[in-house]
């Protein structure tokens, strides 16, 4: 018998804008969701990332609402109308049936095949059958939310995809090392040059004018060259609305897991299903960078466990 979705509890690594189009997607089709956190988090797209909850208290994102939650009560708070958001230096001790790494570390950290009876891993780093029992596309093109159950994911090029005639020059990224103090707020249409902060008194500027699309929280410590926001030149775009790339990577977690289900149903066990088909072979494109596109960096002190902030 098909156990129904409130029965199966997802367990997220990483709460950032990716991470939140699958959670959203997830709870929207009935499944018990958790997710956890760095401590401090880095997310740029703090409007549309659960992670919000970690400093905030509570978030709410197209209708869903997340909670910052301790790990005793986040199993029950998972089958109830809220996504809890908890954080963890490592795997939490939770029973999930699905471990996702939605990190977007663009390499196999800590994320092991038998950390649950289903472990899903978002973009490139990781190798399904080894490090993961299936990847997930999130390459923008034609693959984008494809499903592997062999081989890998496109490998990162680095490059930012262009939006809108912009490429590299929509990240902005921390002049020094020091607390971010932001004077623009997510959603304002700034122009070119415009000061919208500083970092340790050093002033962080618009590249161009635009749509402040993200900004990570105001009073966060950065290292030098670590992405602190991004400026979007289609002032149109609605920055509270989850990202297409988004919804598409959500849409390739969801047929995994249905998959899964419908595979440990029909052969009587809770294995994963093989793709059928060709094993997929890495493309050169597009980078794999995080919603839009844009590459995170972590400077040398990329912590285990969580997520990086994903733009």
Do not use: Y
């Amino acid at each position: 018998m098909t156990r129904a979705p409130g029965q199966v509890l997802v367990l997220l690594r990483g709460a950032g804008d990716l991470a939140t189009g699958v959670a959203w997607r997830l709870k929207r089709a009935g499944f018990g969701v958790v997710m956890c956190e760095l401590e401090h988090p880095l997310a740029v797209r703090r409007a549309v990332a659960f992670s919000t909850a970690v400093d905030e208290g509570s978030v709410t994102v197209e209708g869903i609402r997340a909670v910052r939650a301790l790990l005793t009560e986040a199993a029950t708070l998972a089958r109830s109308e809220v996504v809890p958001v908890v954080t963890s230096p490592g795997l939490p001790p939770l029973p999930a049936d699905v471990v996702v790494d939605a990190r977007m570390a663009k390499r196999a950290l800590d994320t092991a095949i038998g950390d649950a009876p289903l472990v899903l891993a978002l973009g490139p780093g990781f190798t399904a059958g080894r490090d993961c029992h299936a990847v997930v596309e999130t390459m923008r093109g034609s693959r984008l939310g494809r499903v592997l159950w062999h081989g890998c994911a496109a490998p990162n090029t680095g490059t930012p995809g262009v939006i809108g005639g912009r490429g590299a020059e929509r990240v902005l990224r921390a002049p020094a090392a020091g607390v971010v103090r932001w004077r623009a707020a997510i959603g304002d249409v700034v122009a070119d040059r415009a000061v919208l902060g500083t970092v340790a008194d050093t002033p962080v500027r618009a590249p161009f004018a635009g749509l402040v699309r993200g900004l990570v929280a105001d009073g966060t410590p950065v290292a030098r060259g670590l992405k602190i926001g991004d400026v979007d030149p289609r002032t149109d775009t609605d920055w509270r609305e989850i990202s297409d790339k988004a919804l598409a990577v959500a849409g390739g977690v969801l047929e995994a897991v249905l998959t899964w289900l419908s595979h440990a149903e029909t052969s009587g066990r809770q294995g994963h299903p093989l793709e059928p088909g060709h094993v997929h072979q890495p493309a050169v494109g597009d980078p794999e960078l995080g919603d839009d596109g844009q590459r995170q960096e972590r400077h040398g002190h990329e912590r285990r466990g969580m997520s990086r902030a994903e733009v």
